[in-house]
């Protein structure tokens, strides 16, 4: 089923500029609405015959919603696009369209890829690995403010990791002898701590159906942070695996994931989270995978 396909996001930003190049190749019909320009324009949604209806008007041209049958966003921070920081008056007007626009999302029949509700369990990364450990196993986790549990905890295990617990992305990092100091500012907010699970990194990009897995090679802990450039290339998944992701990927309500795993040494696949919104042009760069044709196909129903 052939439909119209909304983007939405930053026209420049690489995921964005990516799937509408592959829309194009497609030859399907999409419109692009850049968030940039979208802010000075104008969105109202409405209540009609059973079913949310809107319009988006942007650069005087007025695109009604109920002719969007699916839906890619990578929308940003509103606050802070230029437009808005340059011209603070803009901002009650940037608020309403964007509540108006997230609303419609949330309620629309289009496929959403994805919707703000389905992202929110990445909000809350110890939440989210309650619902990852019924399809992976997880990390033994510690989530504490308490400086003696974090060091009994490091005790036990030997070798541990520390991050953030919210959505915000951190530096995963070795707990070493030199953050012994630093264990009293726990009690300024909890920090998540993790066994560390030695193995390789594979990225797992689910697409609807379509998997694509990428294995990293790094030296460093967090390897998105590697230095020397850790390397990446295509691997095959096992399909339990592989099956196990995409269930994962329908249990939190996405259309598309990141799937972090490791392949550990013994060969278990232990699962640390997932990205509800991936930058997934970086995996596929690197190991030319077709994310951005399937995401394509997936937004065109082929």
């Given at each position: 089923?052939?439909?119209?396909?909304?983007?939405?996001?930053?026209?420049?930003?690489?995921?964005?500029?990516?799937?509408?190049?592959?829309?194009?190749?497609?030859?399907?019909?999409?419109?692009?609405?850049?968030?940039?320009?979208?802010?000075?324009?104008?969105?109202?949604?409405?209540?009609?015959?059973?079913?949310?209806?809107?319009?988006?008007?942007?650069?005087?041209?007025?695109?009604?919603?109920?002719?969007?049958?699916?839906?890619?966003?990578?929308?940003?921070?509103?606050?802070?696009?230029?437009?808005?920081?340059?011209?603070?008056?803009?901002?009650?007007?940037?608020?309403?369209?964007?509540?108006?626009?997230?609303?419609?999302?949330?309620?629309?029949?289009?496929?959403?890829?994805?919707?703000?509700?389905?992202?929110?369990?990445?909000?809350?990364?110890?939440?989210?690995?309650?619902?990852?450990?019924?399809?992976?196993?997880?990390?033994?986790?510690?989530?504490?403010?308490?400086?003696?549990?974090?060091?009994?905890?490091?005790?036990?295990?030997?070798?541990?990791?520390y991050k953030?617990?919210?959505?915000?992305?951190?530096?995963?990092?070795?707990?070493?002898?030199?953050?012994?100091d630093r264990?009293?500012?726990?009690?300024?907010?909890?920090?998540?701590?993790?066994?560390?699970?030695?193995?390789?990194?594979?990225?797992?990009?689910?697409?609807?159906p379509e998997?694509?897995?990428?294995?990293?090679?790094?030296?460093?802990?967090?390897?998105?942070?590697?230095?020397?450039?850790?390397?990446?290339?295509?691997?095959?998944?096992?399909?339990?695996?592989?099956?196990?992701?995409?269930?994962?990927?329908?249990?939190?309500?996405?259309?598309?994931?990141?799937?972090?795993?490791?392949?550990?040494?013994?060969?278990?696949?232990?699962?640390?989270?997932?990205?509800?919104?991936?930058?997934?042009?970086?995996?596929?760069?690197?190991?030319?995978?077709?994310?951005?044709?399937?995401?394509?196909?997936?937004?065109?129903?082929?």
């Amino acid at each position: 089923m052939d439909g119209l396909t909304l983007v939405l996001g930053l026209a420049s930003e690489p995921p964005v500029a990516a799937v509408t190049r592959e829309l194009e190749r497609l030859g399907a019909e999409y419109i692009l609405l850049d968030q940039r320009r979208l802010v000075t324009g104008e969105v109202a949604v409405w209540w009609s015959e059973g079913r949310w209806a809107g319009a988006a008007t942007v650069d005087g041209r007025s695109l009604p919603l109920a002719d969007v049958s699916a839906v890619y966003t990578r929308l940003t921070t509103w606050a802070e696009l230029p437009e808005v920081a340059a011209e603070p008056a803009l901002l009650p007007h940037a608020r309403d369209l964007h509540v108006a626009l997230e609303s419609w999302l949330e309620t629309t029949d289009a496929r959403v890829v994805n919707r703000t509700s389905a992202n929110d369990s990445n909000n809350s990364k110890p939440y989210q690995s309650l619902l990852i450990r019924d399809h992976f196993e997880i990390p033994t986790t510690l989530v504490t403010t308490d400086p003696a549990e974090a060091l009994a905890f490091r005790q036990e295990f030997g070798e541990v990791i520390y991050k953030s617990i919210s959505g915000e992305r951190s530096i995963v990092t070795a707990f070493t002898d030199a953050d012994l100091d630093r264990l009293p500012l726990l009690g300024n907010g909890p920090v998540q701590f993790q066994e560390l699970v030695r193995g390789v990194d594979v990225r797992v990009h689910v697409v609807g159906p379509e998997v694509f897995a990428a294995q990293v090679q790094s030296t460093s802990v967090d390897y998105r942070y590697d230095g020397s450039g850790g390397r990446m290339s295509p691997v095959e998944l096992p399909d339990t695996i592989a099956e196990q992701c995409r269930a994962l990927t329908r249990r939190l309500g996405l259309e598309l994931s990141g799937i972090d795993l490791r392949l550990t040494d013994d060969g278990r696949f232990v699962c640390f989270e997932v990205n509800p919104s991936p930058a997934y042009t970086v995996y596929e760069e690197a190991t030319g995978q077709p994310i951005a044709a399937a995401l394509a196909r997936h937004l065109s129903f082929r």
